[in-house]
Each structure stands twice: as C-alpha cells, then as structure tokens.
C-alpha cells in the first residue's frame, strides 16, 4: 500500500509539473517555428571618413552577418548603397557586389550637390521585406566649396520630454521606475530637470536628466490623482501630464549586479496564485525561459547573465493566457573580445614618407585569431573627427534599439556604475524588438515579397490584365538585358500575378526587356518594382552647422580637392578588371557556327539553309519559320524553338531571315528541349551580332523596356609610391587627406598583417582605424594616431 501511495504521488507531481510546463513548450515552438523561416540580416558599412567635399569619392565596405549570432553571412550576393538628402531623396544609388559576406566598393559626389548632411544607408533585397528601421544607416557631412551659401539655420523645433514606464505598464498602486528622456527636435538629448505633481500641484517626487537626457524615478500611481510634471529645458519650461496608470495588470522591475538580474513582478490581486512566464532572448535567440505563481501580488525570477547572449537581450512577462504584458531590455557586456592592435613604425613622419603599419588580431587570451578587416587613414582636424560608431557599437547595440544613439562610444569605453546607469536609460527609453509577439503566439506564417539575391539580381515584377486590372496567374513572361554580353530569364507569374528573374553578374547599366512569352497574353500589362527601396524610416536631420574656425581648414581641403581633380583625374578612372561569367544562360551550345568561317553568303536565308544544318528553314507565303533538330532522335521538332537576336526574344524567324549576314557574327543552336524556369523550349537559335546591338531594334512592340543599373564595378584606389629620390622630389603636388584605404585585409592563422604607404604633402594629425569581424561573429575596432610634419 506505502509503496501504491508513493508511486501515485509521484505520477502526480509528474503530472503536475507537466502541466505547468507545457505553455512554456507551447511558446518555445511557436518562436522557434517562427524564427526558423524569418532570417534576417544584419549589415554594417565602414567608410573612410565621414566629411565629403562634392567631388571626392567616399570609399566603403560592407559587412553582412546573420541578425542572431553575427557571423558572416553569405544569403545575399548584391548590396544596395544610397546617399539621402535631408528630404529623404536619394541622391546616388549603387550596387555592390559580395562574395562570402563582404563587399566594398566607392561612390564619387556629384560636383552639383548641395552643401548639408546626407544619410548613407545600406540593405539587400531580403531586408526589404522588414521595416527600414533595419537597414543599415549613417550620417554623412558633405561640403559644395563651389556653391557656398549662407547657412540655412536649423528650425527652431520645439524640445520635448518623453515617458516610459518600465516594462511598459503603469498600475494602479503598484510602485514602478518611470524612465524619461528629454530631447531637442532633432532627437538630441537635452539635461533637464524637474519634479512630479498631482492636480493640487503637491510635489510627489523629483528628477534630474544623468546622461544626454534621460533619467529615471520612482512613482506609486493612486486612483482618483492625476499627475504632471514640471520640466525645466534649458531656457524654457513645460508642463505635460504624465500617462494614465492602469486599473489592472503587472509592473515589472529589473535590479542588476553583476552576475544576476533579479525580475520583480508586482500584479493586481485578480491575478494571485496565477501562474506568469518569463522568456529572455538575446537577438531571437531563447536563452531563458521560466515560469511562476503570484503569490500575495508579486513574484521574483532570477537571471544569471552567464545565460544571456552579449549585447541587448529581451525579457518579455506573459500572462497566464500566454499573452505578452511586459518587456523589458538589458545589456550584458561582451564576454569574449576581438582584440585589433595597429601599430605604425613611428608616431611622427615627413612628408612622403613610407609608414609601415602592423596589425595584429587576438581574442580574450591574447590568441592569434584570423580577422576580417578594413582600414582607413585620414586626416582629423576640425571638420573631420573621429567616428562615433563603429561594428563594435552598431552590432551590440545601434542595431538592435531604434532611433538615433548619441555617442555610442560612451557605452563601450567608460566601465562603471554611472555607465551602466546611463546605458540602462538609454535601453528603458529606446527599446524595441525586431518581431512582434503576436505574429508568434497566433502562428502567422511571414509573407515575403523580396526573394533573397543569392546568385545575382532579383528582378519582380507583376502581370495585370489590362482591361481588368486584376492580376494575371500563370502567364510566361520572359526578360532580357541586350547587348553582347546580355542576358536572359523566363518566369511564370503565380496566382497574385508577381513573377521573379535571376540574373548573374551583370555590371553594365542596361535596358531590361519585358515582353509576354505568348503572344495571347499581349492583353496583359507588365509591371517592373523598382529595385532601390521605397521605405524609409523616419528621421529629421540637422542642418550643417559651419564655424567661422573652420572657414580656414575648408579653403585648405577645397584647394587640395580641385588640385587631385585636376591632376589625379585618371587615376580615379582605374578600375579592377572583373571577371564576368559570359557564358549564356544555357552554357555552351551543341553546334556554334562562326559565320567568318564560311564564305559570306548574301542573305541570311542562304546562311541558314547551307551552313546551319540544324535549323531548318520553312517558308509559308511570306512569313518564315524554324524547327530544330532534335540531335538525341535526329529528328525535328515539331514545336518552335526559341529565337533570340543579341539576347532578344524574338516571336517571327522573318525578322531573323531579313538580317544583313555582314553583321551577323555567329549562331548558336541547343538542339534539346531546354528547361528554364517553368518554361520548356524545343531548342535555341541564338543569333550574335558584331555591335551586340541590332537586338534592340527587333523588340517587340508589346515589350516593356525599363532602365536597369548593372553591379558598380570596382574602382581601384590610388596609393602613390616615392620609393625613388626622382618620386619624392617630383613637382606635382600630392594633396591627399585620405592616405590609405584597405577593404581587404586578413590576418592569418598567426593573427598578423603588415601593410605600408606614402604620407602626403599635408601637414597635420592623421587617425588610423581599423575595423572588421571574426567568421564566429566576434566584431573589433582599434584607433590609433600619427603625425606628418616639416618638409621634405
């Protein structure tokens, strides 16, 4: 009998306990569910300064890593850069290629731009299925020494004061940290100070702003009071009534050391005795996961950070109906460390003189470690600083808050109590996630509308009866970029209409040729989606503010700038040679007929009926057409093959008879069926011309012809040599206030790269950065300066 009780009891705890973990299952599979089909992306550009004149050139490179543990992501093949306007226009655009996660390349400023502050941004085609609150983005100053005009001051935005009850709740007679932060109307952090009333204007409690605004105090909301707080901004003063609290629901409060985060969940009394769970997750990834009971109107969890990821995880409180009621952000400090040192042979040079740089990469033992980096060396003085943010602060925290970061460094270089205080601020006042709870706990399959570039450009577009305006289901479109290294797609429009190309390596801005595969669906409208983004996120940038103090350094690089233009012209024209895949689309033909090979025929009717004996030529009143030889039965097939000119579909073979034979270089012939896409072909006759452009004379006139930029190619950057007496003492001056610039640098499994180059004929202090990542996601930065003085 003891041992039937003893057994009973047991299956019952078991039971029990089963029970109370089974919604914590529940919600480990929906995330995991809905985390396995939403990868994101994560990119970080390095460029190699930040202030501009219109004419130079900005030089980037781009890191790509997975959003989760920031290891070198290889989804996307082509980046997008832009540079915005205050207005939020686009003012360049480019594509860049990336191999294995990286990708650099160089944008020259228009001489016609504008003087003011500009915003590059980066995504891929895979981001823009997400908010464009994560592309990548930061500020550029860009200086018109040409069209200087009289300063435009900023508007006189008002300041503002923003709260934020931590964990998102205010409760009715539940204490609760009350975060705030103030900021001018360009989203910069304002000190202030002030105090808390109720309607009979009696003090509750007061605060002070600790770091760029924000600041945090204590408040216990009763019923029937309403509160206001009284807040002195600089020169001016508002008065602004805080949120209502709530009748019912849960407070949570965070209270760190450092090695456990302890989480107090006060609640209303409807919900004692009730169970709560806890999910903490660092970047999508679950790393905690508990649950408890309410007893008396609180509970307490317990955190050891040793379970959190390094940088922003989430903490997110759910009911007992598994519905998210509060969340909450902290910041562990990064464990382990991607140590980058730079170390130049002096501290001090002549003008063109060699400097020889050592890099060496270690982690947190002092081990050599392989890196990925990127380096620039320029000049710093008043109108160009050193960066504020760098991988290290983007990755760990710029990218996973919203809004503008003031000073990231600050964060990452002080170490203390009033850091982290002032980090925890920032994190109680500028938190978000990069998913929404609902989209997991109701099981909400993500709809993509971008397909990842993972060969090449994605080209979409959509297929609308004209007459209707309803989309068009399973209509054969086909696509095609002329010339003679063109190229070609086929894609079948799905049931909302939406087709999709692939395309490889295409660097040359061209024409896309749209045209329907059969001459039924002329009826239907084709429309191309811009390939550049339409979303933005929202942002108001400052005006470019210009000293007197400065006037002298900007007449000193204006002058610099117009001498390497006019000198150094050339040498921004050099481009690394990139190799091209020039293959066709259906590799190499089974016959190839180079038409200089045979004596030249005076139609192209002959040609074809002597030399090309795959094709056969038929003639029915005045109109042509062609069979290919099927070489597998040696027989025709009965269907026609697909005929293109210059990568040209062409629909009537009497537009190929009527060609002018001189002009024609060779015809390919696929004599199979060809499968491309979900379309089949009974062969290929492919027809190339010596211009590769008589195609675009052949379009059909139900085409659709849009512009189409092909991948940047790559400008090669322009380091001088005075390793010779002659080079040194050479006349023509050298006015480079950017030095070196390496995209490309690997330190080996011995963790050391050497690299060297020439100062210039500036006089001055120059910064060294160097920047990049290891392939397990550990990102670094290291700066280090130097001085150029006296004459040669």
Known sequence: MKRCVGLFIFLLLGSLIHAQNQPLDNLQQQFNNYQSGTLQEKLYVHTDKTFYLAGETIWFKIYAVDASFHKPLSTSSIAYIEILNKDLKPVIQSKVFMSAGNGDGSVSIPGFLASGNYVLRAYTNWMKNFSPDFYYEHTLHIVNTLKLSAAIPDIKLPSVIQFFPEGGNEVFGLPGKIAFKASDGYGRGVDCSGVIVNQQNDTIVRFQSVHNGMGYFQLKPERNVSYFALVRLGDSAIKQKLPDA????????????????????????????????????????????????????????????????????????????????????????????????????????????????????????????????????????????????????????????????????????????????????????????????????????????????????????????????????????????????????????????????????????????????????????????????????????????????????LVNRSIGNQVENTYGIERKRRYVNQYTDTTSFYGRPDKQYNLDDFTRFQTMEEVLREYVEDVRVRKEGEKYSFKVRNRLFNTYFEEDPLILLDGIPITDASKIVALDPQKIKRIEVVTHNYYLGSSEFAGIVNVKSFSGEIGATQIDPNSLVVEFDGLQQQREFYSPQYASREAEENHMPDFRNLLYWAPRISTGPDGKSQLSFYSSDLKGKFALIVQGITADGLPGRTISQFEVTDSR
């Not at 769970?277 to 609180?298: A, F, H, P």
């Not at 760098?390 to 170490?415: A, M, Q």
């Not at 990842?452 to 696509?479: C, D, F, H, M, Y």
């Open 246 to 553: 709530a009748d019912h629901g849960f407070v949570m409060n965070v209270n760190a050391t450092a090695d456990i985060l302890q989480i107090t969940v006060n609640a209303t009394s409807e919900f004692n005795n009730l169970p709560v769970y806890l999910i903490s997750q660092t970047r999508q990834v679950i790393r905690n996961i508990q649950s408890s009971v309410i007893k008396e109107g609180v509970t307490v969890f317990t955190i050891n950070k040793k379970d959190l990821g390094d940088g922003i995880s989430s903490l997110t409180l759910f009911n007992p109906s598994r519905q998210p009621v509060g969340e909450r952000l902290v910041f562990k400090r990064p464990a382990e460390s991607f140590t980058i040192l730079a170390k130049t042979d002096q501290s001090v040079y002549n003008t063109r003189k060699p400097i020889r740089v050592d890099v060496t990469t270690s982690n947190s033992y002092n081990q050599p470690l392989t890196g990925n980096l990127s380096m620039s060396v320029f000049m710093i003085d008043s109108l160009q600083h050193i960066p504020e943010q760098s991988i290290v602060t983007y990755l760990y925290l710029n990218s996973d808050l919203k809004g503008r970061i003031e000073s990231p460094e600050y964060y990452f270089s002080n170490i203390g109590k009033q850091a982290d205080d002032a980090l925890d601020n920032l994190l109680l006042t500028q938190g978000w996630r990069r998913f929404k709870w609902s989209d997991i706990t109701e099981s909400k399959k993500p709809a993509f509308e971008f397909l990842p570039e993972l060969e090449g450009a994605v080209v979409n577009g959509k297929i609308i009866n004209r007459q209707t305006g309803a989309p068009v289901g399973s209509s054969g479109v086909w696509l095609s970029i002329p010339g003679e290294d063109y190229a070609f797609s086929s894609a079948t429009s799905d049931a909302q209409g939406v087709v999709h190309f692939g395309f490889k390596d295409i660097y040359k801005n061209n024409a896309l040729v749209v045209q329907p595969a059969l001459q039924k669906d002329s009826i239907n409208r084709i429309d191309i989606t811009p390939a550049y983004s339409d979303k933005f996120a929202s942002a108001t940038m400052r005006t470019l503010d210009l000293s007197k103090n400065q006037e002298s350094w």
